[in-house]
């Protein structure tokens, strides 16, 4: 037996629960290459109603859906406008330019969002000169914001830009419940201002793999054949889409519970004098600013050593992620293993 410890490296650590395994033990599959898992067709058409767009795509991971939706959207030498801490650009192993050969206009703004007025600076005009604007992506809630979640009413204003403009507008929707729980938007309402949305199952939902992409029909049509080129066709998937549909059905209604765990321990953090202070917490992500800036790394091993697993953030930051596996035990002991340290 391994030794306790609690994991807050990311909320992709949890492990299915016995009734997600037995979800997945009793589930229908077949053959999906053929469009024949009728687990997964269950999930697809329950995930394009209850985000209202005609179709959706159960594909491998968050990455894989969000570089095939890059891959429809554009063409080699365009260009896609996102935040420079951006998920699509930072940490798909430069998908998007191996994958589509497009290029990239990384714009900076608060806590990994961007703004409309930012954004309409960098439409490019109709020149030879320039790369032809082909997409912009947005993250909600941005990762690299610490969790941080848009105004919906900027998400209008964009996709009110995009669409005067005749460009496609994606949503990196890792988290796209963490960020629903907070603006309170309805979903169909939030999703109509996407063309496409990428969402994660394995993500605070709990499921063990899988991420889901929604769009139109056709989109979806070309979707299928891009996961097909990258590798992504899966055969008797339905075992890991029961999960999925588990967590739709389970795991969405308890995120609150995890915001306010991450602010538990923000407060916490708060009263170190090791600490100089965090990104307000906003969903499930606490980002520590240490005063020591050079010390990170020490402090990330002094946790371990406690049993509590922390991530480095950037330079003097270390990152805890809140998710469904951690329990009010876990959050005690870990309290007492700040206090100590
Ligand atoms: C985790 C994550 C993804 C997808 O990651 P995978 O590990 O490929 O599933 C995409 N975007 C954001 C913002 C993420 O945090």
Redesign the pocket.
């Known amino acids: 037996m391994d030794r306790y410890f609690v994991d807050f490296r990311?909320d992709?650590v949890t492990k299915p629960s016995i009734e997600m395994r037995d979800a997945m033990f009793r589930a229908f599959v077949g053959d999906d290459v053929y469009g024949e898992d009728p687990t997964v067709n269950e999930l697809q058409e329950y995930a394009a109603q209850l985000f209202g767009k005609e179709a959706a795509l159960f594909c491998t991971?968050?990455?894989?859906?969000?570089q095939i939706a890059i891959n429809i959207h554009v063409k080699p030498g365009g260009e896609v406008i996102c935040h420079e801490e951006?998920?699509?650009y930072k940490?798909?192993g430069g998908g998007i330019a191996k994958n589509s050969g497009a290029s990239v206009r990384l714009l900076q703004g608060s806590r990994g969002r961007l703004t409309a007025s930012e954004i309409e600076k960098w439409i490019m005009p109709d020149d030879v000169h320039f790369p032809v604007t082909q997409l912009i992506s947005l993250?909600d809630?941005?990762?690299r914001g610490g969790g941080a979640v848009y105004d919906f009413q900027e998400i209008e204003a964009i996709a009110h830009l995009a669409k005067s403009k005749n460009i496609p507008l994606h949503l990196?929707g890792?988290?796209i419940f963490n960020a629903l729980a907070v603006n309170g938007v309805e979903i169909k309402r939030y999703a109509a201002a996407f063309d496409s949305i990428?969402i994660?199952l394995?993500?605070g939902l709990g499921a063990p793999v899988g991420?889901l992409l929604v769009g139109t029909k056709e989109f979806i049509h070309q979707a299928r054949r891009v996961r097909k080129v990258m590798g992504g066709g899966m055969r008797q998937a339905g075992f890991l889409a029961a999960a999925g549909m588990f967590a739709l059905k389970n795991h969405v209604s308890r995120l609150p519970e995890d915001h306010d765990k991450a602010k538990q321990l923000e407060s916490v953090f708060l009263t170190c004098d090791w600490v100089e202070s965090t990104l307000p917490v906003e969903t499930n992500i606490l980002v520590v600013i240490l005063k020591e800036e050079l010390k990170r790394d020490h402090y990330i091993q002094k946790f371990g050593e406690l049993g509590v697993k922390v991530s480095a953030f950037g330079p003097g930051m270390i990152r805890l992620v809140t998710h469904l596996d951690i329990s009010s035990e876990d959050m005690v002991y870990t309290i007492e293993q700040v206090k100590k340290i």
């Open positions: 990311s992709t991971s968050g990455t894989q859906t969000n951006s998920h699509i940490y798909e993250e809630t941005a990762n990196d890792a988290r990428s994660c394995s993500k991420s």
